[in-house]
């Protein structure tokens, strides 16, 4: 296979480039969500993040990428004995087809066994295969309701429960979700944004500059794959080290209480329902603070990750479009002053 | 007669335009390319595809297939009715694994289904994976998209149209021309070089991407195609170097609408010489036309560009508006089209022999309870000794049964009436009385009709969506009128309502009763100005949101700013200026009557 452009080739597109590698380090996050114009690297970059993380260790043959040590109950390759070798894998990278099936993304009766030989087994779909990778939905916003709902639920519980055709199956399924699309064809609803941990708008870049050094950098990979990959692997790879560190660092992150007030206040501020805003944002500080190299979480981590963290979760507007940014700076602004004021 | 020369040149431009770029998906199959092909079936081009089909390399596919494929034609799949009858598994090659590496032609491409429009897009940008059980490898085609839609027709999807980075029309050409015009195979001299190697100089990228911003609303995907398609061009000129005209070429190709008068110049990919020959011709002229404001040549990029600034406002205006409705027929589709008995979600209701939809699969356990019966008839040793269950069962394609699923389909009728002004009592109860007669029509079909009235500094909705007759003459038994017209906010409110319908999984139709003369701002301001343009913006989202809507003007004396509005919300407008319910209510029901 050909490899994927490399993560730190990607011109500009700092915030979603900023956004795909906080939910890669706290997987808890709950996914990004990129909206924007077409073309403007979005696919190349959620390719390009699974390429960069570390591979996965799996056994040959396994169709769920199930943990060697401990195999998920349904798999029969790595329950059979002797088991097959360990093999280290890319993290994978699944795209939803829009026309995709229910039964195509859970997963359903193999049908082939049972019609030729009267089997009732289970056949994984895009869920399995995307288990300790990427699940990639290009234009989310015109996915069918149901196959939404369906995929936020596996991505929040990280199982996939299958019960139908007599079938009843449970299969572990954690995955970063990335949905993408342009909100001009079509908006998701409020419930589905509030799902999605991070959202972050694309544009296509306005400076000549850019523009031209993207071409150029897309015109190398094209033109001598190898080599341009050959060239970044080394940017790639310190990367991967950060990520890598943060990720060990979460688990032993500082919070101070004057974070969790910050949090709580900004989201009163901006009348955001339910609580899931302040744990993503909490969350996104974290991941923030590790990524910084940081065992302790300070309230400019919060401040930096709140625009990606609440934008999408703002009571919608039908005339402010570009405003929600501009709501939730405001608020910030506001809300630090107070906390400034307070300390 | 200069005219018709220009119109004779201008043709031959397009023709020229069209094969080159056919030679260049020949050419150059490797390179990513997928192409447009803009017109009706014609002689052109026909003959423009078989200019096509014999100048592709014998050792690549191509691949003819039809707009209404879906997806399990494209993928690779087991063929479940293939391996029953053979007894073992078969699988069955789908449209993209034997196009791989080669051509395929979509036919009527605007009428692809979005599901197989990004399967073939994945295809044009090689991102698209084989089977596993094959090994991997990506799969990687050159499209060639055949789109016969108008402009007031259903566009290509979006997301395979981005992809094509060729726009090609052979429309509106003559058979003079087509005919008379060499197809330039003979006489090309100089070997096409590697692409790859083609260089650009760094004013020509700016220049590229001054064009992408200009004419491909900012798209890098538009950048890097036409910086591609300029270095195919100069490599098949034999050029390492692409010049201007080189550009200036590539430009015309990518970008449909900028018509480029290039009358004096020969088609320049024939020779080097000439090419040279005419760069400096044109430079020659530009210097003697320096004084002049409209120069008749312009193949220089420099002009290209100029001329495209200046025109800028209306074309970038028109492309713009051309993907507005583009996105608004494409949010249709999507959203609320093919609610039917054939639909692929719902209530299931019953079972049928026949798949309801194509890639459905039959339902185990109803399939084999179809097929038991015949197990003695179907197995020798059955109808000897008895069936066991060691004999295992016999099933044929004639036992697959499927779920079938009912999608219900209702439509919300919402009247925004404007209450405002001196007419607003009669227009008002015209407009009550069309509310009560949708009704009771309603009721049978189980639509549900809402209504909301704008005056003063605000809308109300006086009616949430509802069926039932006498909640709706009991809240529309006082409904008072008159004052100012706050339209931005009935708009608005309006299209909040449609927004709930929607999300109830029905289908909204809004239906505006006013003269379009809104004049207090959404800030409850009076202000002309702001209330208008907030009164567009609005219905242009409405429009974005793929809401369908009719505009009844009721004003004595219909003005176009009505009309624009109409526009604006993709609206079907109908002037009425003496409004009665039977009337309403009859252009409702007829677009409810054609919705289901």
Request: hydrophobic content about 40%; aromatic content about 4%.
């Amino acid at each position: 296979m050909q490899s994927p452009f490399p993560f730190s080739a990607i011109v500009g597109q700092d915030e979603m480039k900023h956004a795909l590698l906080l939910a890669a380090i706290e997987p808890a996050l709950g996914g990004v969500l990129v909206f924007g114009d077409r073309g403007t690297g979005k696919s190349t970059a959620v390719r390009a993040l699974a390429n960069l993380l570390p591979k996965i260790e799996t056994r040959k043959g396994c169709s769920y990428n199930c943990v060697p040590a401990h195999p998920s109950s349904e798999c029969t390759i790595c329950n059979s004995s002797p088991k097959p070798a360990k093999v280290k894998v890319t993290a994978p990278i699944v795209d939803l087809p829009l026309g995709a099936t229910e039964d195509s993304v859970c997963g359903a009766l193999d049908l082939e066994k049972a019609l030729l030989k009267g089997e009732r087994s289970f056949a994984p779909g895009l869920l399995a295969k995307a288990h300790r990778g990427f699940l990639y939905i290009d234009e989310v916003n015109l996915l069918e309701d149901h196959l939404v709902d369906l995929l936020l639920d596996v991505a929040a519980s990280g199982t996939n429960v299958v019960e139908r055709e007599g079938l009843s199956v449970r299969h572990p399924a954690k995955f970063i979700m990335v949905g993408s699309g342009n909100p001009e064809e079509g908006e998701l609803r409020p419930q589905l944004l509030d799902r999605f941990g991070l959202s972050v708008d694309v544009s296509s870049p306005k400076d000549v500059k850019t523009r031209v050094e993207v071409v150029k950098r897309r015109e190398a990979y094209e033109a001598s794959t190898g080599s341009f990959c050959a060239d970044w692997a080394a940017m790639d790879q310190k990367l991967q080290r950060r990520v890598l560190a943060a990720r060990k660092l979460i688990p032993d992150m500082e919070t101070p209480d004057s974070v969790f007030a910050f949090c709580a206040e900004l989201c009163l501020r901006l009348g955001i329902d339910g609580l899931r805003g302040e744990l993503t944002l909490i969350r996104a500080a974290r991941a923030h603070a590790a990524f910084e190299k940081r065992s302790t979480v300070t309230l400019k981590d919060a401040v930096s990750v709140a625009p990606m963290a609440l934008c999408h979760r703002l009571r919608r507007d039908p005339l402010d479009e570009a405003g929600s940014t501009a709501r939730v700076s405001r608020a910030l602004g506001e809300v630090s002053q107070m906390t400034v004021g307070n300390a | 007669m200069p005219d018709t020369v220009g119109n004779i040149a201008a043709g031959q431009q397009k023709w020229q335009d069209a094969l080159l770029a056919a030679r260049l998906l020949t050419h150059f199959p490797d390179a990513g390319v997928s192409a447009r092909v803009r017109g009706s079936p014609s002689p052109a081009r026909e003959k423009w595809l078989v200019y096509l089909k014999s100048s592709i390399p014998n050792e690549r596919p191509l691949v003819r297939i039809p707009s209404n494929c879906t997806p399990e034609n494209l993928r690779s799949d087991i063929d479940v009715v293939a391996s029953l009858v053979a007894g073992r598994i078969t699988r069955r090659v789908g449209s993209l694994e034997r196009a791989n590496r080669g051509y395929i032609l979509v036919s009527m491409a605007e009428r692809l289904e979005a599901a197989s429009a990004s399967l073939l897009a994945q295809a044009a940008e090689g991102t698209l994976q084989q089977d596993t059980q094959k090994g991997g490898g990506a799969i990687r085609s050159v499209i060639v998209a055949f789109d016969e839609a108008g402009d007031e027709q259903p566009q290509l999807p979006a997301v395979l149209s981005e992809r094509l980075v060729l726009d090609v029309c052979v429309d509106g050409l003559d058979l003079k021309t087509i005919e008379t015009m060499d197809t330039g195979r003979g006489n090309r001299t100089n070997q096409p070089v590697d692409w790859q190697q083609v260089t650009l100089s760094d004013k020509q990228q700016q220049q590229i991407s001054d064009l992408a911003v200009l004419l491909g609303s900012g798209s890098l995907r538009v950048q890097i195609g036409l910086s591609k398609i300029a270095r195919m061009v100069a490599a098949l000129d034999g050029r390492n170097d692409a010049t201007d005209s080189h550009l200036a070429h590539a430009a015309r190709l990518v970008f449909k609408d900028i018509a480029i008068p290039e009358v004096a110049e020969a088609p320049t990919e024939d020779a080097a010489t000439p090419d040279q020959q005419s760069d400096s011709q044109s430079s020659q002229q530009e210097a003697d036309q320096n004084t002049d404001k409209f120069p008749e040549t312009l193949s220089d990029l420099e002009d290209l560009l100029v001329n495209v600034q200046a025109a800028n406002a209306s074309i970038t205006g028109a492309l713009n508006s051309d993907k507005k409705s583009r996105a608004l027929r494409n949010a249709k589709t999507g959203k609320s089209g093919n609610r039917t008995l054939k639909s692929s979600r719902g209530r299931p209701v019953g079972l049928t022999a026949k798949a309801p939809f194509s890639g459905v699969r039959p339902n185990i356990s109803a399939t084999l309870r179809a097929a038991i019966p015949w197990q003695r008839l179907r197995n020798p040793v059955a109808l000897q000794m008895g069936w066991t269950a060691d004999l295992g069962l016999r099933i044929s394609p004639t036992d697959f049964r499927f779920v079938r699923f009912k999608h219900r389909s209702e439509t919300t009728a919402i009247f925004a009436v404007d209450a405002s002004g001196s007419t607003a009592l009669s227009r008002l109860a015209e407009a009550k009385g069309a509310v009560e007669l949708l009704l009771a029509d309603c009721y049978v079909r189980r639509d549900s009709v809402a209504l909301v009235a704008f005056r003063g500094t605000s809308a109300d909705t006086l009616l949430e969506p509802t069926r039932s007759l006498v909640r709706a003459k009991r809240s529309l038994a006082a409904l008072p009128g008159g004052g100012a017209t706050p339209l931005a906010s009935g708009i608005m409110r309006s299209l909040e309502l449609a927004e709930h319908a929607k999300q109830r999984g029905q289908t909204p139709l809004i239906v505006y009763l006013t003269d379009g003369r809104g004049n207090i701002s959404l800030a409850g301001n009076v202000d002309r100005k702001s209330a208008s343009e907030e009164a567009v913006q609005l219905a242009r989202q409405g429009a974005a949101l793929g809401i369908r809507s009719i505009f009844i003007d009721i004003a004595a004396r219909p003005k176009p700013l009505a009309l624009d509005l109409a526009k604006a919300m993709e609206a079907e407008y109908c002037a009425l200026p003496h409004v009665t319910a039977s009337a309403v209510s009859q252009i409702v029901s007829r677009h409810l009557a054609e919705k289901t």
